[in-house]
């Protein structure tokens, strides 16, 4: 039965089927070929390693005897390449002594020779769908949480635009450049991109690359071999293996140090990297959506960005309108959010009277559905009524523009005032203020230490 999979085409299901009898490779390989895999073979330790290294593949398949050596030999240099490929050992001598030996050193499987192909196919799928599991919910500790799932909402000529542009694209694999104001919904685009195209059922991977050293962001998109540097006491798969056959959504793409660009450019290219430690290429099956508020074509021409990837990663640009390009369409969007935070707090329902509603609709909102969230979220909390009027609104551009600006204060002082500020807002929940503040949870611990910021008790 041909798999109907969305994304099937684009991610054969791999083998890499170890034996050192041709006979035997050719009728396992040939069946499995039948049940829609693709398989590789090897003859040996040395060949099934290479070809490991050269590309992961989902699942091994590895007598036990082999010509230079046997599986629990090989057992523990498969692991340290991808410890995440799950191994099939095959003997035609089992024991139990070998069984659990075999299990210790990571073998997933421990099956005995002759072996029934059928029974074969299930372990295998069983093994692959346990994988494809593990990657998504890796994937999913990397995420932002995004209350706002539905990027179209309203019925303004410049929001159904953009839908008309996502919807022709979504079923594409090719980048997709994504512009927009910051705080204008772009994330929330790009998982919907991915929810909506060929690899829906694989991995979303997205990493906000505002503010991020160069150091810190190619140990996280590419990952380090042991040893690579001082820390590095064990080797750690990147964003991007993670997101095999999956997407990976670069946020604040415009903010990424040169040397990483043709790093990032031979990913888009050449579908390869390299982990930081490693001498070995590796590949990786991935479609790459990228965002900015910035104008990248400027950054070209100031040579900060480099023009090459600019042309690649822009094949599909889209724009997200900011809010007050669609007043009208701000009462739809509160109501969505108010729904979400009633379903967050256990509260039956937040609704709004009309003269809040058209106070949301005149205000130009430069934080755009950002700052909208904060000012329902703060709205909420402090009338603590279900339904908002406008005099529980209170707007951050407003407020800043009529409070008096200290030019004395530090950089540092600014900075530990508003980390307070985000901390208080969020009820000292660590993690969602640093989502707010769009910084790795690690970071926003290291400020709070540094600046000595009590955190508020969390509600």
């Known amino acids: 039965m041909d798999d109907a999979r969305p994304g099937a085409a684009l991610a054969p299901r791999r083998v890499l089927l170890v034996d050192d009898e041709p006979a035997v490779r050719f ?30 593949p989902a699942v091994a398949v590895v007598d036990y005897s082999l010509p230079d050596g046997n599986a629990l030999e090989l057992l523990p240099r498969l692991k340290e390449v991808d410890p995440s490929v799950p191994v099939v050992l095959l003997t035609a001598h089992g024991s139990v002594d070998l069984a659990v030996r075999a299990i210790k050193e990571g073998a997933e499987q421990f099956l005995t020779k002759p072996v029934q192909l059928e029974a074969l196919t299930v372990v295998l799928e069983r093994l692959i769908e346990n994988q494809r599991n593990r990657q ?22 410049a929001i159904r635009e953009l839908e008309r542009e996502a919807r022709r694209v979504a079923a594409s694999d090719s980048p997709v450049l994504i512009q927009g104001e910051t705080g204008a919904g772009k994330g929330v685009l790009a998982r919907w991109l991915h929810d909506h195209g060929p690899r829906a059922e694989e991995a979303f991977v997205d990493l906000n690359c505002a503010g991020l050293s160069r150091e810190f962001l190619e140990t996280e998109l590419f990952g380090h071999e042991k040893g690579a540097f001082t820390g590095a006491t064990a080797a750690k798969p990147g964003l991007l293996e993670v997101a095999h056959r999956g997407t990976v959504f670069l946020d604040e793409i415009g903010d990424v140090d040169a040397p990483v660009q043709p790093k990032l450019l031979k990913v888009v290219e050449e579908k390869q990297f390299r982990r930081i430690g490693d001498v070995r290429d590796r590949r990786v099956d991935i479609r790459l959506l990228t965002a900015t508020h910035q104008n990248l074509a400027e950054l070209v021409r100031e040579k900060r960005f480099r023009s090459d990837l600019f042309f690649r990663i822009s094949t599909v640009p889209l724009r997200v309108p900011a809010l007050r390009e669609r007043a009208d369409d701000v009462p739809v969007i509160a109501a969505r959010i108010l729904e979400g935070l009633a379903a967050r707090w256990g509260h039956a329902r937040f609704a709004l009277e009309p003269d809040a509603a058209a106070a949301l609709s005149a205000y130009p909102w430069p934080g755009n559905i950002r700052e909208l969230r904060n000012v329902l979220e703060r709205a909420v909390l402090l009338s603590g009524a279900s339904v908002v009027r406008r005099r529980d609104l209170r707007f951050d551009a407003a407020e800043a523009a009529s409070a008096p600006y200290d030019l004395d204060r530090t950089l540092i002082e ?19 203020a640093a989502k707010r503040l769009g910084i790795p949870r690690s970071s926003l611990y290291q400020k709070i230490k540094r600046f000595g910021i009590a955190v508020p008790k969390v509600r």
């Open 136 to 157: 998504q919910q890796l994937a999913r500790r990397t995420q932002h949480g995004r209350e706002l799932r539905e990027p179209f909402l309203g019925e303004s000529a």
């Open 27 to 56: 009728g396992v390989s040939d069946f499995l070929k039948s049940r829609g895999f693709a398989v590789e073979e090897a003859g040996s330790c040395r060949e099934a390693e290479a070809a490991f290294r050269r590309e992961p």
């Open 414 to 432: 600014v900075e530990r005032q508003h980390i307070e500020r985000v901390l208080r807002a969020e009820g000292g929940h660590v993690e969602s």
